[in-house]
């Protein structure tokens, strides 16, 4: 029974509602569960909507007064835990919200929709409301046992710690040759060699994920979810962004304020990190599983920094002899 709550709270929580093609609401609990008290969760409210549309509603006010009514409590000051940002995307916008909450009590905790007015692209006032979101809590002890036993006092052990002279004699002639020891093999020490360039490391990366034989083996979700991960870690060292602690919306954002990648590798981007997603959360079956290998290795190569004039200069004169 557990099991079944759990997984309706997540497929509840993943559901998306609202006006399509217009207005489009998704609504979704971060880290995926199961919870449990004191647990540090982020409640993520997505808005896909034409960039002529103007929300009127104080949406963290509302999102807040929702959280509270379902049990849950702000992590820090209540105004600064909700943070809202806007994501620019081909043709739409994304309009993001999320809160950082916690409870202290189990149980199921319904969430129920936030109401949403806004103007369209003609100026006319509609009205839209987010998917209610069923997020279940349990405690952190064992369910066969309702309190913790109370601690008992800790016994009294009588310690003391002598050696013989001898002892401390060897033991001063270890400590001094290992000093000699380490102090002759420091000085011959050969330097590290230079780390490997973002690039060429996610390039190797992907070589070794397909040959660990996971398509093989018919883990289709494990390896498209580590081809994520191998392409945020890229980024990452690329344009020295947290890329591994941040959902799709946000790394996109982070790139597209950057102004480092151009806008037809981010709609690549957009379009894989997409896919990866479904795979992940949905237990969506891509279609060619190569496509997505591809399209890293494409992203990979496109946005890899350019060789030095000289390195290029002398690339071009090799090549022509």
């Known amino acids: 029974m557990r099991k079944m709550v759990?997984?309706?709270?997540t497929f509840l929580a993943m559901i998306t509602g609202g006006l399509a093609g217009e207005f489009e609401l998704k609504s979704k609990v971060e880290?995926?569960?199961?919870y449990l008290v004191g647990d540090r969760l982020t409640v993520v409210w997505e808005m896909t909507h034409d960039p002529k549309v103007k929300i009127r509603t104080d949406l963290a006010s509302a999102a807040l007064k929702a959280l509270q009514q379902a049990g849950f409590e702000?992590?820090?000051?209540?105004?600064e835990c909700a943070t809202l940002r806007t994501v620019p995307l081909p043709h739409k916008q994304v309009t993001v919200l999320s809160a950082a909450v916690?409870?202290?009590a189990t149980g199921v905790h319904r969430i129920e929709p936030v109401s949403i007015e806004y103007a369209d692209a003609t100026n006319a006032s509609r009205k839209a409301a987010t998917p209610e979101m069923v997020v279940p809590?349990?405690?952190?002890?064992?369910?066969?046992?309702?309190?913790?036993?109370?601690l008992k006092d800790p016994l009294p052990y009588p310690y003391s710690f002598s050696l013989p002279t001898w002892?401390?004699?060897?033991l001063g002639s270890l400590v001094a040759l290992a000093i000699w020891l380490w102090r002759r093999r420091s000085a011959g020490v050969a330097l590290p060699p230079p780390p490997v360039p973002p690039y060429e490391e996610a390039l190797q990366r992907i070589?070794?994920?397909?040959?660990?034989?996971?398509?093989?083996a018919g883990q289709t979700k494990e390896f498209c979810d580590r081809l994520s991960d191998i392409l945020r870690h890229y980024l990452g060292r690329r344009f020295g962004l947290a890329s591994m602690g941040e959902t799709s919306l946000e790394l996109l954002a982070a790139l597209g304020s950057a102004g480092q990648v151009q806008e037809s590798d981010l709609g690549r981007l957009t379009t894989f990190l997409d896919e990866c997603d479904l795979?992940?959360?949905?237990?969506?079956?891509?279609?060619?599983?190569?496509?997505?290998?591809?399209?890293?290795?494409?992203?990979?190569?496109?946005t890899r920094p350019l060789p030095p004039p000289a390195q290029a200069t002398a690339a071009q004169g090799g090549g022509s002899r």
């Open 74 to 79: 702000p992590l820090g000051d209540a105004k």
């Open 279 to 302: 795979v992940k959360f949905a237990r969506h079956s891509p279609g060619d599983v190569q496509k997505l290998v591809d399209a890293a290795r494409g992203l990979v190569e496109s």
């Open 31 to 34: 880290p995926p569960g199961p």
């Open 6 to 9: 759990l997984a309706l709270g």
């Open 137 to 150: 809590v349990r405690s952190v002890l064992p369910a066969t046992k309702a309190e913790p036993k109370p």
């Open 102 to 104: 916690t409870t202290y």
């Open 207 to 216: 070589e070794a994920l397909l040959k660990e034989g996971l398509l093989a």
């Open 167 to 170: 002892a401390w004699i060897v």
